[in-house]
């Protein structure tokens, strides 16, 4: 998991301003992901993406945005309609659809006051 | 959709002490269970998975067991050190081949 990166590691905003975060793979890996990780509430889906130029909704997406242009990266874009955006946002990667084994970045911890 | 319930939700064993984490899921149709470990502030790893076709994988010290019927997979470890401290997540497989995640349990391992 050493090439999946995520910048920065700690992020402050103020209310109101989007935001976006990145995360950047270098394993030639089909499949990125976007958690959301509270205390207490383990890791839960924002978006997930299977292939270059597509991606899906998961369980959280509302507030967020997404893009896939490139095989290596997948950006998330923490819009001022997230209602409750500070929390600690993990991407992962897999090799390809149908593997399931998941591999994770670093974190950005996103603070909004 | 899927549902996975992790219990317990934080277990403090003495150092050598085994433990035992255990999940369960609602959806018959997953088909890979991993296990991943997050120490403080770090992201988290897999420690060890199990597919469906299997009913008990070990690596050295950490096993995870698998009972389909009943829908439940667990995760042991023996020997138990402080460094195996941490926050323990288990997952399964949902049908868009995403992996639904149980809400943690924390470890303590006391010298």
Known sequence: DGGITQSPKYLFRKEG???TLSC???LNHDAMYWYRQDPGQGLRLIYYSQIVNDFQKGDI???YSVSREKKESFPLTVTSAQKNPTAFYLCASSPR???YEQYFGPGTRLTVT | GENVEQHPSTLSVQEGDSAVIKCTYSDSASNYFPWYKQELGKR??????IRSNVGEKKDQRIAVTLNKTAKHF???ITETQP???AVYFCAATRGDSTLTFGKG?????SP
Do not use: F, K, W
């Open chain 1, 97 to 99: 659809r149908g593997t």
């Open chain 2, 44 to 49: 988290p790893q897999l420690i060890i998975d």
């Open chain 2, 83 to 85: 460094e195996d401290s």
């Open chain 2, 105 to 109: 349990t924390m470890l303590l391992v």
């Open chain 1, 61 to 63: 997406a509302e507030g």
């Open chain 1, 24 to 26: 950047e793979q270098n």
């Open chain 1, 17 to 19: 301003q989007n935001v």
């Open chain 2, 74 to 76: 667990s995760l042991h």
